[in-house]
């Protein structure tokens, strides 16, 4: 799905990626982890086309990104941000009917027909506890009701590779968990390829099929989250010392943080 080649990335002087090489198969939950100012987001926005490499070069579905049209790359690929959407004053509909754009024609007509799409923004609705909110403005819902709708839109746009940037950062654990389930309900549907920035690293090893570790620009690390998370990991990434468990249900690794002092 994803192919990224020798990539690397300078802003000024500042070479932000260096040598970056990964693959991403069809269908796969990536979580992208590292210290603050490792070049997570900058690999995201590489991957969706808001910033291009200097050097090599990415690939989506078996074609270079540069080959894509706008139009062809928002039906492909949908990206959330921590805080998915400004406080505007559309409704909560209007916003999830906004993610069908990509898949309208100039006068905004359906291209599978008007009723299925409005079965669709229904469906995701429904799915998304969102009927209840469905007429209130986006600015007076709370920062958790607000990503529930950030994500019913870009469900609305039927992307087949959805890239999220710390999507839970402003949620509290209960939202947090069903944010993190309800994606991984819809790539399990949909067999939708997730790339999501996480800074929980108990969360990543939960829900993510794989993980890619950077730091200083570099990937440091890769594969599934019981052979990369590690207290030695945590020490060497982060400088965090860590006692490592398996989860009693799950069965993969989560780790304990230790106290310098007690
Ligand atoms: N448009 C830009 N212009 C200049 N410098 C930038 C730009 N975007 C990012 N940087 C710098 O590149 C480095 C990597 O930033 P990036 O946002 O990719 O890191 P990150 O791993 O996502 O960090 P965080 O965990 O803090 O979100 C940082 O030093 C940042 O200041």
């Known amino acids: 799905m994803i192919e990224v080649s020798g990539v690397a990335k300078a802003f000024g002087r500042l070479e932000v990626l260096k040598d970056v090489d990964w693959q991403v198969g069809r269908g796969e939950f990536w979580g992208l982890i590292g210290p603050n100012g490792s070049g997570k987001t900058t690999l995201l926005n590489l991957i969706s086309g808001v910033e291009q490499p200097d050097v090599g070069s990415i690939a989506l579905g078996g074609h270079s990104l540069a080959a894509y049209s706008r139009k062809e790359l928002s039906r492909k690929v949908a990206v959330l941000q921590q805080d998915g ?18 898949h309208q024609d100039w006068r905004g007509k359906e291209s599978g027909g008007a009723e299925a799409g409005r079965r669709l923004i229904d469906g995701i609705m429904d799915r998304l506890d969102l009927k209840e909110l469905e007429h209130r403005p986006l600015h007076v819902l709370s920062g958790g009701q607000r990503q529930r709708v950030a994500l019913g839109k870009v469900m609305a746009q039927q992307p087949e590779l959805v890239l999220l940037d710390e999507p839970t950062t402003y949620l509290d654990l209960r939202y947090q968990m069903q944010f993190m389930e309800l994606v991984a309900e819809w ?14 690293l108990n969360l990543a090893a939960l829900f993510c099929s794989h993980l890619l570790v950077m730091s200083g620009g570099r990937i440091v690390d890769q594969g599934e989250p019981e052979d990369i998370l590690s207290p030695e990991l945590v020490a060497a990434v ?5 006692h490592q468990v398996i989860h009693p249900d799950a069965d993969v690794p989560q780790l304990l943080l230790r106290r310098e002092r007690l």
């Open 238 to 242: 982060f400088g965090v010392q860590a």
């Open 85 to 102: 959407l400004p406080s505007v004053a559309f409704t909560v509909r209007e916003v999830v009917e906004m993610g069908r754009f990509a």
């Open 187 to 200: 790539r399990r549907e949909a067999g939708l390829t997730v790339v999501s920035v996480m800074h929980d």
